[in-house]
């Protein structure tokens, strides 16, 4: 159009099309019959608002356990390729009964599998990771005024083969799908009312914090709150997709997740998760030298076992002691990786200990603030609890101390950094 | 190779490839960890005399009303597409489980669904038609020294959703592979040893048939033998592909159907059906005029219902009773259909009765052998049993009579043709 036409004579733009919202419902939501249409009402409340909405759904309740003690029966080492096959049946079955739920309260939907939706993903069963969306299916659906609900966790490889994503797979592939879509939101219904400032049930002070940044979420994730996937919240904090943390059966705005809040919510102290399914493993009298620690930590690495908090005691005559946090659940099959490992590097002996427990400090207040970590010591000595350990990133400080002092260390905490009020 | 070469130097020719066999295992067969495990050892065991075993399985025990009631609770009339989604997982969940049993023993396997079998159907749901076969991906799985373990009742449309067969989905699934991979012949296995004279629960001298013809095999599915859906019969017969019937868990050879049994086993009685699961239909006082049937029956074929053993009698006053019989379980939704039609041609009333059944005397014998139907008859008639209706085709002579009859009557006739003695 040349700039000296007539702008009455112009057409008009084209309307921008609207924006979808995708909308994740864990397995607690959508667990049985009754609740599958209490979140199907949830669904045409927001259909009735956004023209276009994407919705991901999890496994009914413990199905998936249920599938996986069946697999255990016929083989105790199942193929992974064949778990894949059993294990995404469980929310495939959930997203047909979320559309025929639709369909009866009046709002056209269609259900789609992972492969269906066009999530192609690496060949890695078991923990595959999405290398691409294929998003034709879906928008076509979209067009024609369909909810278009998904069963999450599993996409398809080059093979054909039906994958799934691991852990947080569901929460993964509602915001991979969020970016792909270029959706206004992500939002992910649980069955509590946000991101709270510390777990409600230790601390009944605790409230659910209306905004955090990606940075501060993985913190929370990583360091025990499980309301929300790292995996989820790296997406989309690289693709800038703001993600709603929110209860599904109450009317709560939720906590929002994004790259920038409200200006007078930076620099804060903003909650404090803890986690007691840990377990601390050292190594003694390590002889000491370079080197030493890569030979530790390759294994275990290998081994598919995270490892936190390493430390290393200063060497006296040569030797020294290694010590590292592992997931309580993994101690089983790490045992004899270590004890491989503790042989190589001539260790004295391994010894793990469960009666420990981390409680974390999280938010971006401990950028550069020296002060907060002598406020968390105070805090916890002041109630005699003893800090083994501690580790600190740029918005988190934690600290391992004795499991059964958890609850304690965890209102101390939230009274010292005033949390309870906004 | 010319033929004056020396035999000794000639290349021995490859050996042929090993035709393959199909073997399928229907729901009670593998309604546990237990029961899958015991078929993977039975499957081992084929496995271990051909190198080519493709196994078809159906969903675990009654898994499938269990979804169908699922669905039911979120609407009560489900979109026929999402039906399918949801209905075939029963079927994807038993495939996998199978191959992790036949890992565990030892026997590379792995399983398929409908879709990745490349079963390619029509996409009327619920119903769906094999349309083609795409055998790439399972002739690479037996090429690689797999058995392929086939979800059973299911396929893919060309919209990519998943249909599933309705019923005898399995055995159909089953015998379609067995013509597209051209085997050598498909077992279905079952929780009776074959196909027998009678129904051993009502005739206890009953017994298994070495062999009878596909056309005899029809007759006895179509007056409810339940051992095999007359599709898979016919698919079987127009490929010529051996089918044979046997148990799971004995070690019978079971029934063959193939096209030509055994010179000896021609023009006989082959044995006695009967069907208690139907209800007759009365449309009285017709106005009788030309085309009335086609005015009756082509709505209610329309609706999907099917119709046997029509009776119209001769026509008094201009009026006419035409009588039919369905089954028991469509009169529910024949209801309005039949009020409809007997309204269009000016019926008196719709009457309809349940308490009756249906016997059959199945064999290529009656063909031509008028004395045949009479025999019949004079048996009943010794018993006092009344016979209501009759309808023969070249291999069947099939009775209507009350209910609270079949046994006897079964028996009388098992009885009669001297069915215990081969």
Redesign the interface.
């Known amino acids: 159009m040349s700039v000296d036409s007539d702008p009455a004579s112009a057409p008009s733009p084209a309307p921008p099309v609207s924006r979808c919202v995708v909308q994740k419902f864990g397995g607690s939501s959508v667990a049985s019959?009754?609740l599958?249409?209490r979140v199907?009402r949830r669904i045409a409340a927001t259909r009735a608002e956004h023209e276009r909405v994407v919705v991901v759904v999890s496994a009914m309740g413990d199905s998936t356990d249920e599938?996986l003690s069946?697999?255990h029966?016929?083989?105790?080492a199942?193929?992974p390729?064949?778990?894949d096959?059993?294990l995404s049946?469980g929310e495939?079955?959930t997203?047909?009964?979320m559309?025929?739920?639709l369909?009866?309260l009046g709002v056209p939907a269609?259900?789609l599998?992972g492969p269906?939706a066009g999530i192609r993903t690496s060949s890695v069963h078991r923990s595959a990771r999405i290398v691409d969306i294929v998003p034709e299916?879906i928008v076509d659906e979209l067009d024609h005024g369909r909810v278009v609900v998904v069963a999450g966790f599993q996409g398809v490889s080059d093979a054909?083969?039906?994958t799934t994503l691991g852990r947080g797979g569901s929460d993964t592939t509602a915001v991979a799908l969020a970016v792909e879509l270029g959706a206004a939101r992500c939002e992910i219904f649980t069955d509590v009312a946000g991101v709270y400032t510390a777990d409600p049930r230790v601390e009944p002070r605790a409230r659910p914090l209306p905004e955090i940044t990606y940075g501060e979420m993985l913190e929370f994730a990583a360091v025990g709150a499980k309301v929300l996937h790292p995996r989820a919240v790296e997406i989309g904090e690289t693709y800038s997709v703001p993600i709603v943390v929110r209860s599904t059966f109450e009317d709560h705005p939720g906590t929002l997740i994004c790259q920038h809040p409200a200006m007078e919510d930076r620099l804060k102290i903003r909650g404090i998760a803890h986690h007691s399914g840990v377990a601390k493993v050292i190594l003694t009298r390590v002889p000491d030298r370079p080197g030493v620690a890569a030979q530790v930590f390759g294994p275990i690495g290998k081994a598919g076992i995270n490892v936190d908090i390493i430390v290393q005691n200063v060497s006296h005559d040569g030797f020294t002691d290694i010590s590292f946090i592992i997931a309580e659940e993994d101690l089983p099959r790490s045992r004899p990786v270590l004890e491989e490992v503790a042989r190589d590097v001539r260790a004295e002996q391994v010894v793990a200990a469960t009666d420990i427990a981390t409680v974390s400090v999280v938010g971006t207040a401990l950028l550069g603030t020296p002060g907060m970590a002598a406020r968390i010591f105070q805090a916890l000595s002041a109630k005699n609890i003893n800090v083994e350990q501690i580790t600190t990133s740029q918005i988190h400080v934690t600290v391992v101390i004795a499991r059964d002092r958890v609850a304690e260390a965890v209102r101390a905490l939230h009274d010292e950094f005033e949390l309870e009020s906004d």
Not at 73 to 76: E, F, I, Q, Y
């Open positions: 019959a009754e599958i249409q199907a599938l069946l697999a029966k016929v083989n105790s199942p193929p390729r064949e778990l096959q059993l049946t495939t079955i997203a047909p009964l559309a025929m739920a369909e009866r269609i259900s599998t269906q299916r054909l083969d039906v």
